[in-house]
């Protein structure tokens, strides 16, 4: 009896914690509310933050900050893995595994130097960005009205700036004409939009493989994802019989059901 009330005393204080963290994650609190939106705002500036300082020189400041951002990373990290259902599934997410990456690539200066590779890992955080576009789909209106233009902007911007920071962490030290990270999203940009300019080019046989995996890319995703930013392939317009949302521009019948769709359009005047 004794062993089992000290095996409920010590669970207690977890289960405590747990409601106490679920209460700032997942209420519905104008504090709660608040703290999320915070949290929202830090991981823009971080983005925001690792983009900036992967075109710079290392500086002791960029050190300082880095540090202080895996205190909060490895804070919210924690945190979230205590509120989840299953820690384990949680922990395999891509977006928890990107963060764990980003985490170790900012402490690891302490023990070695900060190599360029580890600079650019922090590119993973962009991963990041999906999770801020479902938080804010859930508070902000505008952008549910905007959702997949926002979407496949946001695959633009990830696609770009990962494939590039493979390109500087595959060519940097080796190749003269990738120097810095804006040399490498020069060369990514300017391949992806087959412009082939050649004033940069990837040396080797696993550069020329490199080229041409991104030349393939660029004819049959990013192009893709251009076209649907500029050209939505879906509207949204829920059928009033089944509720389907998305349909195409020119759509007369719905898919699911055939129920007649009105969905409104510029429509043609002679």
């Known amino acids: ?103 170790v690539s900012l402490v690891a200066p302490i023990i070695i130097e900060n190599l360029a590779f580890m600079r650019v890992l922090r590119m993973l955080r962009l991963l990041r960005s999906y999770h801020l576009l479902k938080e804010l789909r859930k508070e902000a209106l505008w952008f549910r009205r905007n959702e997949d233009l926002i979407e496949s902007a946001i695959n633009l911007f990830v696609f770009l700036f990962v494939t590039a920071a493979v390109v500087y962490v595959v060519e940097v030290g080796r190749n003269e004409g990738i120097r810095t990270y804006i040399d490498a999203l ?18 080797g046989a696993w550069g020329r493989f490199l080229s041409v995996l991104i030349m393939v890319f660029g004819v049959a995703l990013f192009l893709r994802l251009v076209q649907t930013i500029f050209r939505p392939g879906k509207v949204n317009y829920p059928c009033p019989n089944c509720g389907l949302s998305k349909h195409d521009p020119d759509a007369v019948h719905c898919k699911h059901c055939g129920e007649v769709l009105k969905i409104p359009t510029l429509g043609y005047v002679d």
């Not at 609190?29 to 900036?52: K, N, P, S």
């Not at 020069?186 to 040396?203: K, M, N, S």
């Open 1 to 103: 009896m004794e062993q089992e009330a000290e095996k409920e005393d010590a669970v207690e204080p977890l289960q405590n914690l747990e409601a106490w963290l679920r209460s700032w994650y997942y209420g519905e609190t104008e504090a709660a509310q608040r703290f999320r939106f915070t949290l929202l705002g830090f991981d823009i500036l971080t983005i925001g933050f690792f983009l900036a300082t992967s075109m710079m020189q290392p500086q002791p400041w960029m050190r300082l900050i880095g540090y202080g951002v895996a205190v909060v990373l490895s804070l919210d990290y924690i945190a979230r893995l205590i509120i989840a259902n299953r820690a384990w599934r949680a922990a395999l997410r891509i977006v928890s595994m990107a963060d764990l990456i980003v985490i």
């Open 186 to 203: 020069y060369f990514t940009v300017a391949t992806l939009t087959t412009t082939g300019f050649g004033d940069i080019t990837l040396e």
